[in-house]
């Protein structure tokens, strides 16, 4: 026996990324805009989804519910009667492009297919999954200090939602210091004040999908 | 467990390269791990030890390298070492450095060629 050592430069993130842009790809070729929603867990994610499904009725929507154990969102969404598939992750905190590669070929005629994350604001952001969008939400009921307690998720948004607007003078969260912390870490994002309960901010966030669904399809 | 499944990737590959080289024993991994992917050494030490059990990378060594953050505005090329997207001349930030997990290094013990 002798000892060797062995040079590997092996990017283990490479994969991922290899993955990502295969399902990239296909969104493109199929003019599906996917949509990656992350956020905490409880903050309305799964709401959102239905919520958007019911008011983009002239649209063909799909929905992809990745949940560490049980398929309670994937039952919920079903329900209204759209493509929809579960992803169980197990142990993961997270989706990777491989789960979501295995999942999308079924929704090849769909217009804009909904990708919820699992419930955690750390770990989803280090992986593409090849999505168009990336939405982070969070509700005021998780503390004012949420956004600057997870600086990463804000800074890769293209949106961020703020829920259970009429929440915050009930728990004392000071939603303009919400605000500023998102505006901080990232100027471009598309910030939306909502309640989605209430209905508050809704209107304002189909107008935006449909948008970027117009836009990435009349080019 | 964020850390976890960048052990199995991590021990994944090592093991397919020992392998390939008809490695017996694996004594050290060296990786790179970028500071801007948070990833606690201590906990990706225990997946790492959990991910071995009973492989030939079982009580392998394995050594970290951190590779500290570099983002550079896109606009006026002022440099920043931490995490942000936007340069004070109102530029955005691209990261240069520190999002990277790399397996770098492998020893292992092998058979000496047979004459």
Known sequence: MHRIEVEAEVDLLAENKRLAEENRKFFRENGILAVNIMGAIGSGKTLLIEKTIERLNDLKVGAILGDVVCKADYERVSKLGIKAEAINTGKECHLDAHLVHHKIRKFEDVDILLIENVGNLICPVDFDLGEDLRVVMVSVTEGDDVVEKHPKIFTIADVVIINKLKLAEFVGANVEKMKRDVERLNSRVKLILMDLKEGIGLEEWIEYLRGEYVSRNSG | ?115
């Open chain 2, 1 to 115: 467990m964020h850390e976890f499944s960048y052990a199995q990737a991590l021990v994944e590959n090592a093991l397919r390269i020992a392998e390939s080289k008809g490695a017996k024993k694996v004594n050290k991994v060296v990786v790179e791990v970028g500071s801007l992917l948070l990833i606690n050494p201590e906990q990706l030490r225990f997946c790492y030890e959990v991910v071995t059990k009973n492989t030939i990378l079982e009580g392998s060594e394995l050594e970290i390298e951190n590779t500290e953050a570099l983002l550079v505005c896109e606009n006026c090329g002022k440099e920043y070492r931490e995490l942000s997207s936007m340069c004070e001349c109102g530029g955005f930030l691209k990261v240069e450095r520190g999002d990277e997990f790399v397996l770098k290094r492998i020893v292992m013990e092998v058979e000496d060629a047979q004459n």
